[in-house]
């Protein structure tokens, strides 16, 4: 089971950007699905983006789609979120996730608090 260390949240002003990062221990990194969740306060925990385990492919949330990009680099076990554009509703508690078969795992999570 690899363990999750997220880095890479701060405040910022709506409109600028900030990039997450989850290192992960393991020596399967590769085989497992990455994705991010964030959870605002007094909000349920929802999905931002996933992408493949090669890296190739990538999915998100209509609310982040075209201002969020995600990708991994499987040598450095380490997944990226690139958040462009940012807005006061992107502020939330940011989690890193992983899953393999019935195998899963979470991070600590990182704050991010976007100001208007």
């Known amino acids: 089971q690899v363990q999750l260390v997220e880095s890479g949240g701060g405040w910022v002003q709506a409109g600028g950007s900030l990039r997450l990062s989850c290192a992960a221990s393991?020596?399967?990194?590769?085989?497992?699905?990455m994705d991010w969740f964030r959870q605002a306060p007094g909000k349920e925990r929802e999905f931002v983006a996933a992408v493949s385990w090669s890296g190739s492919s990538s999915y998100y949330a209509d609310s982040v789609k075209g201002r969020f990009t995600m990708s991994r680099d499987n040598a450095k076990n380490t997944v990226y979120l690139q958040m462009n554009s940012l807005k006061p509703e992107d502020t939330a508690v940011y989690y890193c996730?992983?899953?393999?078969?019935?195998?899963?795992?979470w991070g600590q999570g990182t704050q991010v608090t976007v100001s208007s």
């Open positions: 996730h992983a899953k393999l078969r019935a195998q899963e795992s």
């Open positions: 393991g020596r399967t990194f590769s085989s497992y699905s």
